[in-house]
């Protein structure tokens, strides 16, 4: 069964860090573009960021640039989500999908439609 089971969320003040992991089962993730979504209360689900399968190129959404990094470990079938500098409206659901044949170099690697794999979710609550 192919899945993808995010962790790392919480609880954290205004200017804190998490690192948020995804890890697959059933399915190698070398193959596959990595992205990262999220989804506040109200609102769409919105790409934060994407990593490519080959050469590892990522993509962010203009919001998170500078404070998001995404990264990937094959050998542990796992990609991370570093985020630093947490604000308030970072506050959110946050999922991982896998898609094949997808560059991150695309804008469509941050649409959420364009992936065939999801996670359920973990929460990230930024507040003082």
């Known amino acids: 069964q192919l899945q993808l089971v995010e962790s790392g969320g919480g609880l954290v003040h205004p200017g804190g860090s998490l690192r948020l992991s995804c890890v697959a089962s059933g399915f190698s993730l070398t193959f596959y573009t990595i992205g990262w979504f999220r989804q506040a209360p109200g609102k769409e689900r919105e790409g934060v960021s994407c990593?490519?399968?080959?050469?590892?190129?990522?993509n962010y959404a203009d919001s998170v640039k500078g404070r998001f990094t995404i990264s990937r470990d094959n050998a542990k079938n796992t990609a991370y989500l570093q985020i630093n500098s947490l604000k308030p409206e970072d506050t959110a659901i946050y999922y991982c999908?896998?898609?094949?044949?997808?560059?991150?170099?695309?804008?469509?690697?941050?649409?959420?439609?364009?992936?065939?794999?999801w996670g359920r979710g973990t929460q990230v609550t930024v507040s003082s």
């Open positions: 990593i490519g399968d080959g050469s590892g190129s990522t």
């Open positions: 999908a896998a898609t094949r044949f997808m560059s991150a170099r695309q804008a469509a690697c941050l649409a959420s439609r364009n992936y065939d794999y």
